[in-house]
């Protein structure tokens, strides 16, 4: 016999497992409509990969995964999309997310499927991108994508491989009847999951000693292959991954660390039947078993479920009685949910549905004062102090409840059920974990936009100051002119300084409408001369504003790829740089090139017109300087780019070479480089090929610019339109192309790293949450805007 | 559709405040029993009238609060409070001395600190302090254990008419000295010989003390078994007592401490170690913290026993631990799973 460990307090509430043990695995049947949310994982949501109106397959995918922490979705039966839309998910909060819905068609018809041969020939990397392909997500209740547990690290070897059958919950018997009827699947599972991972110890089923008939199954199937069944007594929770753990093994998960970090795997033996059947058959996940109690059912039983079938369609099928309920649950009476609406479909974690009636679990009666008899603190597994953390919690002591590792509660209710005084602890404590994550997020907050604050009032300042000296040159300028006129007493002249001065009377009362301002500055030029403020300082005030601009956006590109190589904390920061100095400079590209346009009209009439030669001259000196203008622009931008390039590559070649430094020592932060390579990479391939198009452009307005040569207003407005078209593009479509695909790498890779982060229980998933919805709300706008140019 | 919408745990234990309270009143009974056996009827008159007493002022306080009065009297937390001093009090006690400890305990110490769960003293022990305090005559004189409800002992009648105010001349005639203070007060004889001077003494620890306690010590093992308290407390401070006792028992000479036996069954020891200690809401809470709190009970039971001013020192060394058990809790958090102790602790202060 090996050694059982015993965790510190837990519970034993009644049981009520016989009931729906009474009848065998009952297939459930399609239901019309299927309802699958595209997030039935830990992670990041699945994105659809069909049409509405498509017909789909049983087990083709319907939606991929969308980054490393996030699993496929695949259709359970054969039918046509009926809808991609919101629908009401099971969730605690009763909230909506994205759903496929599939109007089943009752052929069932499956798409083409193979199994491996034999697994045993396959590399790891292989077997775990199938699983990740199938969609497995932990299927015992968190749903974390099955693949990510497997990609264990060479460097960290894991001893003990634990699958986890104990089913601690009240009510639930998935697992139990998994056991009692398909022992053979669970060990071909464990069996495919063992060469995997390796262990280098052993490959254990834990499962309680409330289950014999299931532990003699699996005892029977397991003969001769070395997987052990250990047997420990039944207590609420050991199924929690960590005291599991601890019951087998006697090892501690450090907290906020992961199992692999004291070298163990755990798997639920659901999924690992999940596993067996994917590599064996090619099937992905697409039903699971869901155990349907509770004495508002007529009869409590397991079915094999289609994922996506509504809660009502199991409820129907068990004689519901509507009347005797009042409280629907999906999961256990110990960390399950309430359902508010019976139209929520059945999902990969959905592991139970619980309908008791009034009398069997009665409604809370309210709660009297803790008499502190320490009876919580007596069940809890964790070890805490639920009566402290209870008062610190009220008194919203929130540094307290840190110290007290309110962070390590695993939310199992144990402490709330013992209460003599029936206080709800386990509600305060989610509320003020939910506090306090809030709390940190307006720190973070407030920090960013303090910094942001100071940034802008020394902007602001700088600015005022270029902008008074301006002023004073061209306050000086205006005298010189002045004094010019007043020396030369030609009528001409005389002529321009009066069409300047009512120029810049039009201009004040000049509408807001870029067409009519136009208009409005086509009139003027035809009353009169040149302008005061000239369009050509404009143009050359924005440019070098753009050019600025521009270079300010590399600087912060740079900073930022640094940052992100090295996983600084400052990286949000430096992104928001970014896309801040990303939205300035297409402001002021678009203002340039609304300026050109409006000047490149203006200046047609006076070049048809004008039989005044001086004016002739000046509208030419304008057109070339204006054409000037815009082929400077594009070198700069040309050399800009190839700068940009050289720098890049550079960079590329020195995160490469950290990247093989890392791999030779096997430091622990490879993937970091890699994605770091990877990143520089990509960036490196846009800018390249920003610079391609734009020497493809600029080819083209050399063209342009020749057939036209004869005409120097003529090539000047040709030269000023295609440069407006060119920027036109460039600016606005493809930068705000580009930045999309930036924005949506950027959120795919913050996604990613969220969810590790949650699946680690670490504290900084709720920062990365914060910066991960600005980041979505960037590329809202950014799509908003493109969808307008 | 019209669910619940409650979080979880759906489904919940089958204890309650108000069943420990019942549990703790009803485990009461075979100490009262032998009290009354013993003693006559004065301890089941000063209970009863400690109970009326204790309601109405729990009552006059909820209301003076504006709090719901039959929500909070169903908690039976003003029960125990009034048996607890009912048996604590001298029999035959006078009525006024046993409404002003209930008013002192019930307004004072617990309404006044906020009621139910907020008192960091045990009502009943301070009290029964403050009655000491103040009226140390009324306070010590102990009636002469008879037994069997014979001879002269106090009957239902007499005991009601004493306690309040008729005829009370005539029960000093049937007081006399506690175990306690005779063993205090012998500074001559050998244990041995004292025992046999003094027919009170008993076995062990005097007749009607040694039952008392034995019957307290029964109600303590049902509340164990049944999972009302833990053994921590109780069991750490009897273990103290009795390790201090036969450390100075001193072979039974005329300074002897008395033997461990003794100390285990004499006064409030059974009483104090079960029914007070116990008290959840004014001891340390985690098992390592009751520990602690419960040993450091027993030894200031002893020392006051022995060498302070009071013969019994329940009441007084529990009173001095409720101050001390925030601090005990603070410095006996448990280790958390997954967590270094060490890391916890440097985190915490
Ligand atoms: S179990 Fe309830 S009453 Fe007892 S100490 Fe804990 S919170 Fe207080
Ligand atoms: S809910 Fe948290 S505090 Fe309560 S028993 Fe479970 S782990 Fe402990």
């Known amino acids: ?789 | 559709m019209g669910f619940l919408k409650v979080s979880s745990p759906h489904a919940h234990g089958p204890m309650s405040t108000a069943r420990v309270m019942r549990l703790v009143l009803l485990a009461t009974i075979p100490g009262l029993f032998s009290l009354t056996w013993f003693f006559g009827f004065g301890t089941l008159v000063n209970v009863l009238w400690a109970s009326i007493t204790a309601l109405a002022f729990e009552a006059l306080a909820l209301k003076l609060r504006k709090r719901p009065i039959a929500f909070y009297l169903n908690d039976y937390s003003a029960l125990v409070t009034a048996f607890l001093l009912g048996i604590a009090l001298p029999p035959g006690s006078p009525f006024w001395l046993i409404m002003i400890g209930t008013g002192f305990a019930i307004l004072i110490c617990k309404q006044l600190y906020g009621g139910m769960g907020y008192n960091p003293f045990n009502p009943a022990m301070a009290a029964y302090v403050m009655l000491l305090i103040s009226f140390p005559v009324q306070m010590t004189t102990w009636l002469a254990p008879q037994g069997s409800f014979a001879g002269d002992l106090l009957g239902p009648i007499d005991a009601l008419r004493y306690c309040f105010g008729f005829g009370r001349e005539s029960i000093d005639a049937i007081t006399m000295a506690t175990p306690l203070d005779v063993l205090k007060q012998n500074n001559s004889l050998l244990i041995e010989d004292l025992w046999q001077e003094s027919a009170q003494l008993g076995h062990f620890a005097g007749i009607g003390w040694e039952w008392a306690n034995i019957g307290f010590l029964l109600g303590g093992l049902y509340l164990l078994y049944r999972r009302v308290f833990t053994w921590h407390a109780p069991i750490s401070m009897l273990a103290s007592l009795t390790l201090l006792s036969v450390l100075f028992y001193d072979g039974g000479s005329s300074a002897s401490g008395g033997s461990p036996l003794f100390h285990l069954l004499s006064g409030g020891t059974m009483l104090g170690a079960f029914f007070i200690v116990t008290d959840p809401v004014t001891s340390a809470v985690s098992n390592r913290g009751r520990l602690i709190y419960g040993a450091l009970i027993g030894i200031l039971v002893y020392i006051i026993r022995v060498w302070g001013n009071y013969p019994d020192a329940v009441a007084f060394s529990v009173l001095l631990m409720n101050f001390a058990a925030p601090f005990i809790d603070h410095y006996t958090q448990p280790r958390t799973y997954g967590h270094k102790l060490k890391d916890q602790q440097g985190g915490k202060s």
């Not at chain 1, 599939?102 to 069932?108: L, P, Q, V």
């Not at chain 1, 015992?140 to 960290?156: E, H, I, Y």
């Not at chain 1, 039009?506 to 409408?513: F, G, H, I, L, R």
């Not at chain 1, 610079?691 to 207003?713: F, I, R, Y």
């Open chain 1, 1 to 789: 016999m090996r050694k059982i460990w015993d965790i510190h307090g837990g519970i034993h509430p009644a049981e009520n497992k016989h009931q729906s043990l009474l009848k065998p695995i009952e297939n459930a049947g399609i239901p019309a409509q299927l309802i699958l949310p595209l997030a039935q994982h830990i992670g990041a949501p699945a994105s659809p990969i069909v049409n509405v109106g498509e017909r789909v397959l049983k087990g083709q995918m319907i939606a991929e995964a969308k980054g490393f922490v996030s699993a496929p979705v695949h259709a359970p039966t054969s039918g046509t999309i009926a809808a991609i839309e919101s629908r009401v998910i099971p969730h605690p909060s009763g909230m909506s997310a994205n759903c496929i819905v599939i109007d089943t068609d009752g052929k069932d018809e499956w798409i083409d499927h193979h199994g491996v041969e034999d697994y045993s020939a396959l590399s790891k990397l292989d077997l775990v991108d199938r699983i990740r392909q199938a969609g497995i997500a932990g299927m015992g209740g968190a749903g974390f994508p099955a693949a990510v547990k497997l990609s264990t690290r060479d460097d960290k070897p894991i001893e003990t491989l634990i699958l986890n059958g104990t089913e601690c919950e009240p009510y639930i018997t998935a697992d139990d009847i998994l056991m009692r009827e398909r022992a053979a699947e669970i060990i071909a599972g464990a069996e495919i999951l063992r060469h995997i991972i390796k262990p280098n110890k052993e490959t254990l089923i834990g499962v309680e000693d409330n289950k014999p008939e299931g532990i003699a199954a699996l005892k029977k199937a397991a003969e001769g292959t070395g997987i052990e069944i250990v047997v420990f007594p039944t207590k609420y929770p050991s199924g929690g991954e960590k005291q599991l753990i601890q019951i087998l093994t006697g090892k501690e998960v450090p907290s906020g660390g992961l199992p692999s970090d004291v070298g163990i795997v755990c798997q639920n033996i659901g999924t690992a039947t999940a596993i067996y059947r994917a590599i064996q058959f090619g099937e992905p996940l697409i039903s699971r078993i869901t155990t349907v109690t509770g004495e508002a059912c007529g009869q409590a039983q397991n079915y094999e479920v289609l994922l996506g079938t509504p809660v009502q369609y199991l409820l129907d099928k068990s004689g519901f009685d509507k009347e005797n309920c009042i409280r629907l649950i999906m999961g256990g009476p110990m960390m399950g949910y309430t359902l508010q609406d019976t139209a929520v479909p059945v999902v990969k974690t959905s592991n139970c549905i619980l309908a008791p009636t009034v009398a069997e679990l009665p409604p809370p009666p309210p709660a009297q004062a803790c008499i502190r008899c320490g009876m919580c603190a007596e069940a809890c597994p964790v070890s805490l102090l639920p009566q402290q953390m209870y008062w610190f919690s009220r008194a919203q002591e929130h540094e307290k409840l840190e110290n007290h590792q309110l962070f390590d509660c695993i939310e199992c209710g144990a402490c709330s059920y013992v209460c003599p005084s029936n206080i709800t602890l386990v509600q305060y404590y989610r509320a003020s974990k939910a506090e306090i994550r809030q709390a940190q997020q307006d720190k973070i907050k407030a920090e960013r936009s303090k910094e942001r604050f100071e940034a802008r009032t020394a902007r602001l300042e700088q600015e005022e100051a270029e902008k008074e000296a301006k002023r004073a040159a061209r306050m000086a300028a205006a005298k010189a002119k002045a004094a010019a006129a007043a020396n030369a007493p030609e009528a001409s002249k005389a002529d321009i300084i009066q069409a300047a001065l009512e120029r810049s009377k039009a201009k004040k009362a000049e509408p807001a409408d870029p067409a009519q301002a136009a208009i409005a500055r086509a009139q003027a030029k035809r009353d009169g001369g040149a302008e005061e403020e000239s369009p050509q300082e404009k143009t050359e005030r924005l440019q070098k504003l753009l050019a600025s601009a521009e270079k300010r956006l590399v600087a912060a590109k740079e900073k930022l790829a640094l940052a992100q190589e090295q996983q600084s904390d400052n990286a949000d920061a430096f992104a928001t740089a970014v896309s801040k100095t990303e939205e300035k400079l297409s402001a002021i590209q678009k203002e340039l090139s609304e300026h050109q346009a409006s000047q490149a009209p203006a200046k047609t009439e006076p070049a048809g017109e004008s039989t005044d030669p001086a004016q002739a001259a000046i509208a030419r000196a304008l057109a070339k300087r204006a054409g000037a203008g815009a082929d400077e622009s594009a070198e700069d931008k040309t050399t800009r780019l190839q700068n940009v390039v050289a720098t890049t590559e550079k960079r590329l070649a020195a995160a490469q070479q950290k990247l093989a430094l890392a791999q030779e020592q096997n430091d622990a932060n490879v993937g970091a480089f890699a994605t770091g390579v990877e990143k520089t990479q990509a960036k490196l391939d846009a800018v390249k090929k920003e610079l391609a198009d734009h020497q493809a452009t600029l080819g083209e307005n050399a063209a342009a610019e020749q057939a036209t040569s004869d005409d120097p207003v003529q090539a000047a407005i040709e030269r000023a339109k295609a440069a407006r078209e060119a920027q036109a593009n460039m600016s606005e479509a493809d930068k705000i192309k580009q930045t999309l695909e930036s924005l949506e790498n950027r959120i795919a890779k913050s996604k990613e790293k969220l969810e590790a982060a949650r699946a680690a229980g670490d504290d900084k998933a709720e920062i990365l949450a914060d910066s991960l919805a600005k980041l979505e709300d960037k590329l809202a706008t950014a799509q908003q805007q493109l969808s307008q140019t």
